[in-house]
């Protein structure tokens, strides 16, 4: 795996994730009232992630080719539009921020020259 950029993790986590992630809540009625509360939800949402994502991967696993499956739930969603109507809000502001801050942009691009 290669190495990440800890500035550009850091600047992509800071001004990308963290306000999409708030904004989410937000539309939940969650909004934290400090600093160390955000803190707080931001760990609770990264260790859910987390627990989720070991889940899905024990759950493959057992049932066996998880690699094949992951490969063929991409190729459902690959192509496949949002639906009509729906709440893409969350992604539509991280990409106007992405869009909009040249550090945000110019860390992006350190880490999307990652996946080349």
Do not use: N
Request: proline share 5%; no cysteine; aromatic share 6%.
């Amino acid at each position: 795996m290669p190495d990440i950029d800890p500035q550009a993790a850091a600047e992509t986590y800071e001004r990308v994730y963290a306000p999409a992630f708030f904004h989410k809540l937000a539309q939940a009625g969650v909004v934290p009232a400090s600093k160390r509360e955000a803190d707080a939800l931001l760990r609770i949402g990264h260790d859910l992630y987390a627990l989720d994502a070991q889940d899905r991967a024990e759950k493959a696993a057992a049932a066996g080719g998880l690699y094949e499956k992951a490969a063929a739930f991409l190729d459902g969603v690959v192509g496949q539009a949002p639906e009509a109507g729906g709440d893409d809000l969350t992604a539509k502001r991280a990409a106007e921020i992405l869009f909009a801050d040249p550090e945000v942009a110019a860390a992006a691009g350190k880490l999307a020259g990652l996946a080349g």
